[in-house]
């Protein structure tokens, strides 16, 4: 069996986010780390190896500097890793990086493709569906649990108040919740072996069946007009009424802010 | 010269500063509260691969150099001095010299339990009369067909009672040298947990790195195999100083750990603290103070790795080590106790981690070799 993991280096958002004067993130001013929902992600893929026997292929899009989040899944117990990286990939928005992936993955076997749900930089969810858009298989989003049992995937996806157990037959992608599991550790002797093995490095002209147009800031429909940081929410208010003084109570809130 | 870490190093540092700030860090003040052995965060060291780190993989281990397992133990202590300590008699006292000295069969039998840390391991040198002067030692271990009977007793044992694995000096023999002066040889050896005969004494009530486990050790006719000899058979003094030797240097790290630990604290408490109506950050005689300690620490931390590469380079490296543990060792007292004076009345507290700090440092310029023993060490290579 051949799983490929989608990761991605991103900020580190624990000590709060810093932008450039334009808007966009700092991101030399914040640690780099491995995305939280993709390192679930992989941790899961780990697993399923270590149950079922599999070849875990993790790849990323990115900067020559996101070689470091692939050598931490190395060390994880990854045994592959794929680096796409290309001047005329940056500046990528959902689209773009999602029809680069999906060129990259055209050139590998794979039964089963993990991504994370969403990157705490951008916080889109969108590009793990849109690869399995564009490589024609089913997706299942949301992944709070994933089993393999012969040729299907069974995974348990979380919706707001419940979830729904869907069997699917491979090849399809997951994309998974990092409440789907604690990731482990890497070990210090994974360390020196991902730093002995080789990764891969592929560029544009890698990409199969993509169309330039597609690709980079020039392919990215998406134009951002500002990015800030998340908003605290208060703390609101509490009131103890009963319950018709408390229907007469929301009402009245519900009006004088001209929501109804 | 070449002062910068490699990334292979730099990301397994991250790697045990995260293990540390995760898993131990929580620990720390109820560990040394209520004195009992961290058996939890050992075994997600062991899953993590961390009790055998500079060992070979095909003996269980991970393959890494002495650096990466000083750095471990460093960045542990600097959140938890008795869990750096658990870690450093396991690997530099237990493993190194059944690695160093050990047969294939010992290595088969032994080191892959204790590199995988399915067992824990411990040294037994000290006894009661028998500390600085290890050549006063009384242990006797006497061969009886295919066993050695040990009988005697070793004290101040860390992993004591937790140990599966045991490396234990005796006596062998005695000998008249040329002016008829009698000589003790030793020997080293290896001896299991739940050997007959072997028990355990007095648990150590400590000052610091109270949740390691400190106790006496008694052998009573206590019998293992012929084949748990350690190194030939009257060697066994130079084993145990060669493995003090390596111990020093993993001593010295945990050293280096607290000071560092202890500075951040220090870092992060001096910007709050707020007396005469500013952070006493802002007043010189902190920001001296911290000035000195950073330096200390910086100089400290040259001589510790330089000992660890050492250690993977050259086959001597007694004065390499000595060094190191003499000034990680010093810094470490020096720097805990300004930094007590720095929180002041606060320092003082237990529910702050800076007395603890203290307390833990103490224990560097005492065991695996005084700052005395480290000083003659030293001396000694540049008198002969």
Known sequence: ?????????????????????????????????????????????????????????????????????????????????????????????????STTIAGALRNIDYDLIITGRQAIDGDTAQVGPQIAEHLNIPVISYAEDIRVEGDYVIVKRQYEDRYHE???????????????????????????????????????????????????????????????DKVRKGAGEKVTLDASESVDYIMSKLKEKHVI | MDFSLDKKHEMARTLFKEFAETEVKPLAQEVDETEVFPRGTVEKMAKAGFLGIPVPKEYGGQGCDPLTYVMCVEELSKVCGTTGVIVSAHTSLCIDPIMTYGTEEQKQKYVKDLATGAKLGAFALTEPGAGTDAQGAQTKAVLDGDEWVLNGSKCFITNGKEADVYIVIAITSIAEDKRGRKKKNFSAFIVDKGAPGFSFGTKEKKMGIRGSSTYELIF????????????????????????????????????????????DRAIEYTKERKQFGRSIAQQQNTQFK????????????????????????????????????????????????????????YGYIREYDVERMMRDAKITEIYEGTSEVQRMVISGALLK
């Open chain 1, 166 to 228: 869907i069997k699917a037959k491979m090849p399809c992608l997951v994309t998974a919740l990092s409440e789907l599991n604690v990731p482990r550790y890497m070990t210090p002797g994974g360390i020196f072996d991902a730093y002995d093995s080789e990764v891969t490095v592929w560029g544009r002209n890698d990409l199969k069946d993509v169309d330039d147009s597609n690709l980079g800031l020039k392919g990215s429909p998406t134009k951002i007009a500002k990015a800030s």
């Open chain 1, 1 to 97: 069996m051949k799983i490929v993991v989608c990761i991605k280096q991103v900020p580190d958002t624990k000590g709060g986010v810093k932008f450039n004067p334009d808007g966009t993130l700092d991101r030399a001013a914040m640690l780099a780390i491995m995305n939280p929902d993709d390192k679930a992600g992989l941790e899961a893929a780990l697993r399923i190896k270590e149950e079922h026997g599999a070849e875990v292929t993790v790849i990323t899009m990115g900067l020559p500097k996101a070689d470091d989040v692939l050598r931490e899944a190395l060390a994880m117990g990854a045994d592959k890793a794929i680096l796409v990286t290309d001047r005329v990939l940056g500046g990528a928005d959902t689209w773009a990086t």
């Open chain 2, 220 to 263: 009573e006719d206590c019998r293992i195999p012929k084949e748990n000899l350690l190194g030939p058979e009257g060697r066994g003094f130079p084993i145990a100083m060669h493995t003090l030797d390596g111990g020093r240097i993993g001593i010295a790290a945990q050293a280096l750990g607290i000071a560092e630990g202890a500075l």
């Open chain 2, 290 to 345: 911290l000035a000195d300690m950073a330096t200390r620490i910086e100089a400290a931390k040259f001589l510790v790795y330089r000992a660890a590469i050492a250690k993977a380079t050259q086959k001597v490296y007694s004065v390499e080590a000595a060094k190191a543990k003499l000034f990680a060792a010093e810094t470490a007292m020096a720097v805990t106790t300004e930094v007590v004076q720095l929180f002041g009345g």
